[in-house]
Structure formats: structure tokens, C-alpha cells
């Protein structure tokens, strides 16, 4: 069964922008804590930001800080990744994690392990 489903990845030049989106069920959107992670080729899994539904609090990685924004929609069940300024290096698949707890200050919590559901991903690549 499928609780996540994202979309909105594809290619585009450096410096240029997408938005992905991640619709959820809504007994998994109302856990709390959601989350984008990506993962490139031969990498680890990472953390790029997080939301909170119930607060609205979010947290953004080093690398994506002041570039990326998320976002919600909860008339849509939808958490939203703005993706501006893109760089070759934001080339990975984009995965929406959704765990029923908080998301922690300071992406304290921010690790695949702590995340229940998942996505299947969506495809970025940024060419430079």
C-alpha cells in the first residue's frame, strides 16, 4: 500500500528551479513530522528538510539553507519542496518521509532511521 507519492522531479540547468510535491494519506499526514531526504548515486541517504503539521515549525540542511523552502498544504495533504538556485550538486532522487513523532530542533532527529513511511522518489538532475 502506498501512504507517499511524490512528483515534479526532472532536469534542469544550474540555476534554475522545480517543486516537488509529496501527497500523502491522511492518517500519515497527520503524524506530524514530515520530511524530504535525497540520495545520490553511491552516497548516503540525506536529510534536506523537515515540517512539523502540527506547528509548522521546519529545518532546513547546510547545503539547501536560504535555496530550498518546504512547505504544506493541508487542504491537499500535500508537503511541497521549492527548489531554487539549483546546482549540479542537488542532482539525487528525492524522497517524502513521514514518521509519527516530532521533528526535532536543529534536524536533531533527521536520519532515514527515524522515518517510518516513505515514498517511492522522484528524479532531480541539474546539468551545469
Known amino acids: 500500500q502506498v501512504h507517499l507519492v511524490e512528483s515534479g522531479g526532472g532536469s534542469v540547468q544550474a540555476g534554475g528551479s522545480l517543486r516537488l510535491s509529496c501527497v500523502a494519506d491522511?492518517?500519515?499526514?497527520?503524524?506530524?513530522?514530515m520530511a524530504w531526504f535525497r540520495q545520490a548515486p553511491g552516497k548516503e541517504r540525506e536529510g534536506v528538510a523537515t515540517?512539523?503539521?502540527?506547528?509548522?515549525?521546519?529545518y532546513y540542511a547546510d547545503s539547501v539553507k536560504g535555496r530550498f523552502t518546504i512547505s504544506q498544504d493541508h487542504a491537499k495533504n500535500t508537503v511541497y519542496l521549492q527548489m531554487n538556485s539549483l546546482k549540479p550538486e542537488d542532482t539525487a532522487m528525492y524522497y517524502c518521509?513521514?514518521?509519527?513523532?516530532?521533528?526535532?530542533?536543529?534536524?536533531?532527529?533527521?536520519?532515514?532511521?527515524?522515518?517510518?513511511?516513505w515514498g517511492q522518489g522522484t528524479q532531480v538532475t541539474v546539468s551545469s
Open positions: 515540517v512539523n503539521s502540527i506547528d509548522g515549525s521546519t
Open positions: 491522511e492518517y500519515i499526514y497527520s503524524t506530524n513530522c
Open positions: 518521509a513521514a514518521v509519527n513523532g516530532y521533528c526535532l530542533p536543529g534536524g536533531q532527529n533527521l536520519s532515514p532511521e527515524y522515518f517510518g513511511y
